[in-house]
């Protein structure tokens, strides 16, 4: 008999995994169940006590002076009930669980194999194992579910077909929509920033509609996601960097000062890659806004940027990590490590003021040409650039974009002003 060890263990490990998370929510489950009970019997309580008032104070409607003095009495009995319906209030909120399809499991539920075959075999078992770690040797090392695979497919040939847009525009606004930047959060989600409407805007995706916008202190320009259900948002009329809550609705925390007009923002190794037009860097910084390291100038002492709006960080399995800033004035998009030393730079005359990024995989990223009017596909290892959605499909002035490869559906935000079939709404395309 020959089995694979290594891929038992794994099995084991995933399965120990899901019954962990499985027991993690049956305990959630009785927990919302005991707290809805209990607010149930509660709230049966006070109507059966409000019931009983109410009758009371009927019954003596035809006499004044008793009426008087119930009414009182009533008075003092409704505060106690508004304390309690405020209490339950308070307590009323229970945690909704929504499933999602894990790719991998998938893949693997969908495999004729299964996770393997077990078959027989004439050689030693010692021989066996020996030639089967140096296969494992010899592959590339890190993971490799179909979900990676998925968001490392080849997007070049790639064929859209349009969706119902997603309106973003609230009554509150006080002019039409410029939004500038977007990211996908768990729960088919969209952030986006509304720089002429000094807020940030939470949309379901799948329902199309938004649920939930904040205000905030100064425009905003850029954001990016941060671990712990949070996001941080640059406020470059401010000079600050702006920390919210994205669970359930989108809360505001603390600010963070930065020496300049602070632009495009990314998260990487517990640190902020921050681009500014004034002055013109990239700066490497902690949490808190110290500085640990700038760009500003390339090899030749010359001015590496001129007006870096957004950046992106890509960090692929395959690939070292890496940071890609546009600069929409010369019409470039340049790559620097993570360490800030410029490695490359790309240019076209398909590209023309580039706007917002966003990584697809290890080596493509998705590029907002405003200039042109179009969404590109640049292969960081080539230099190739491809259109993707031109003018003929309703781009125009696009400022953002994000690509989801689970669901296969791109997201465009256009800055057209004046437009608002354009600007108040988030263009929805699907992978043919």
């Known amino acids: 008999m020959s089995f694979e060890i290594s891929d038992m263990r794994s099995t084991s490990y995933w399965i120990r995994g899901r019954k962990s998370y499985w027991k993690k929510l049956i305990r959630k489950k009785k927990k919302s169940e005991m707290l809805l009970n209990e607010m149930k019997a509660n709230c049966q309580d006070l109507k059966t006590a409000t019931e009983k008032l109410k009758a009371e104070l009927q019954a003596e409607e035809v006499n004044n002076n008793q009426l008087f003095i119930s009414g009182t009495r009533a008075i003092k009995e409704l505060v106690g009930f508004q304390s309690s319906l405020k209490d339950i209030r308070g307590r009323g ?90 990211a996908l959060i768990p729960g088919d989600r969209l952030l986006l920033t509304d720089c002429d409407n000094y807020s940030l805007k939470l949309v379901d995706t799948e329902n199309k509609k938004l649920v939930s916008h904040v205000i905030l202190p100064g425009k905003p320009c850029d954001l990016c996601l941060l671990p712990g259900d949070r996001a941080a948002v640059t406020l470059p009329d401010l000079n600050k960097i702006q920390f919210v809550s994205t669970q359930g609705n989108v809360t505001l925390q603390d600010v963070v000062e930065v020496d300049g007009e602070c632009r495009g923002i990314d998260f990487c190794d517990d640190n902020l890659i921050v681009s500014y037009d004034d002055p013109c860097k990239v700066v490497l910084m902690d949490m808190k806004g110290n ?50 030393e410029v490695l490359q730079t790309y240019h076209d005359p398909i590209l023309k003021s580039p706007h917002g990024l966003t990584a697809v995989g290890d080596n493509q990223l998705l590029v907002c040409g405003k200039g042109n009017n179009n969404i590109l596909l640049l292969d960081t290892l080539t230099g190739k650039i491809t259109q993707l959605l031109g003018k003929e499909a309703g781009i125009e002035c696009p400022f953002s974009v994000a690509y989801c490869p689970l669901r296969k559906m791109l997201f465009v935000t256009c800055s057209r002003h004046g437009r608002p079939e354009l600007e108040n709404f988030v263009k929805v395309f699907n992978l043919v």
Not at 96 to 108: M, Y
Not at 309 to 327: K, N, W
Request: glycine letters at 4%.
């Open 93 to 182: 909120t229970v945690p909704h669980s929504k499933f999602s399809r894990d790719p991998a499991t998938e893949q693997l539920l969908s495999s004729n194999t299964a996770i393997g075959r077990v078959g027989q075999v004439a050689s030693n078992f010692a021989e066996e194992v020996a030639s089967d770690l140096t296969d494992q040797q010899k592959q590339p090392q890190g993971p490799d579910i179909s979900a990676l695979n998925q968001s490392r497919a080849d997007l070049s040939q790639s064929q859209f077909s349009k969706l119902p847009d997603v309106p973003v525009h609230t009554s509150s606004d006080i002019s039409g929509c410029w939004l500038t930047s977007m």
């Open 291 to 340: 500085v640990k390291k700038s760009v500003d100038k390339d090899s030749s002492g010359n001015p590496l940027f001129i007006y870096p709006e957004h950046l992106t960080g890509t960090r692929g399995s395959q690939t070292p990590p890496a940071i890609y800033v546009s600069d929409w004035d010369t019409n470039t998009i340049t790559k620097l490590s993570i360490s800030l």
